[in-house]
């Protein structure tokens, strides 16, 4: 809930923030005067100002302008840092961020959306101070230099002009720098994306293989128990093979006794018989 909250409450704040803008620039004149061209604020809005002898004032988020002295005094609104996103269905695209486009900013979007980050700065110069306007409004310089104090007019050092080439420059190289740098980043997470996948699938596959293996485990510990009931089962088998082997050993050994004491018995028949028939010849003789 709180989430969301924050998120109405910039999606509330940044919708404020561009009606306000939508609504600039304004004309104010104190005197009637025919209108006079204004400079188109799509243009100018969010291009950092430099102030010659002042430093660095923000980037121009809105401006206003009047008559003075047969002249026009410009008003410049700047905030520290300024952000624009694209809408697409309910997710926010970061097209601009802190004055440098993304690569996302060549796409086309339901709606846009500002963030102007403070603090905020208000600037008052004649137009004649703006030493770069036209080059600005033409896109071929990236920063609007203003110059209050007349320190262009009265001379400026070459070295000075040749150090402002350079931050042009070098401003320019961290517009590509950065446009490279957010490109870079989105192959980063676009790969992230794919790597927290991946492990996402190993995961599974692993919570797979670890319920297999709890499983397995299982049907070998039964396997087991079955194993040590087929061996104890077996080491009776043996105890009784045992026993009846020695059974059948005692058995063949009485078998043997008996079969000789047969073949002792069948030797001494006949001398029995002859005996026999020896004692009734001599009880015969006797009597007779």
């Not at 036209?134 to 310089?141: F, K, S």
Request: proline share 3%.
């Amino acid at each position: 809930m709180a989430a969301a909250s924050r998120y109405d409450e910039l999606v509330e704040r940044i919708a404020r923030r561009v009606e306000e803008a939508l609504a600039s620039p304004r004309i104010v004149r104190v005197e009637r005067v025919e209108p006079v061209a204004a400079p188109n604020l799509a243009v100018l809005y969010g291009v950092p100002v430099y102030l010659i002898g002042g430093g660095y004032a923000g980037q121009l988020r809105r401006f206003y302008y009047m008559r003075h002295d047969g002249g026009r005094l410009w008003v410049l609104e700047c905030a520290r840092y300024i952000s624009i996103y694209g809408r697409r269905g309910d997710m926010l695209v970061p097209v601009v961020l802190c004055g440098f486009p993304t690569q996302y900013a060549g796409r086309e979007y339901e709606a846009y959306y500002i963030e102007e980050r403070g603090p905020f700065r208000t600037v008052e110069c004649d137009e004649r101070d703006i030493v770069n306007l036209e080059r600005v409004e033409r896109g071929e310089d990236p920063i609007l230099i203003i110059d209050r104090h007349g320190l262009y007019r009265r001379g400026v050092p070459q070295d000075w002009w040749a150090k402002y080439v350079e931050l042009q420059e070098m401003v320019r190289h961290l517009q590509e720098t950065v446009y490279d740098l957010e490109r870079d980043r989105s192959e980063l997470l676009t790969n992230l994306r794919m790597r927290e996948a991946e492990i996402q699938v190993l995961r599974e596959e692993i919570e797979r293989l670890r319920m297999q293996h709890t499983k397995l485990r299982a049907e070998v510990g039964s396997w087991y128990i079955e194993y040590l009931r087929l061996k104890s089962e077996v080491k009776v088998q043996q105890e009784v093979a045992d026993l009846l082997e020695e059974m059948f050993r005692r058995l063949a050994a009485r078998i043997r006794e008996l079969g000789a004491l047969l073949a002792g018995a069948k030797e001494a028949a006949p001398k029995v018989e002859e005996r026999g028939e020896e004692r009734e010849r001599e009880e015969a003789g006797g009597g007779g």
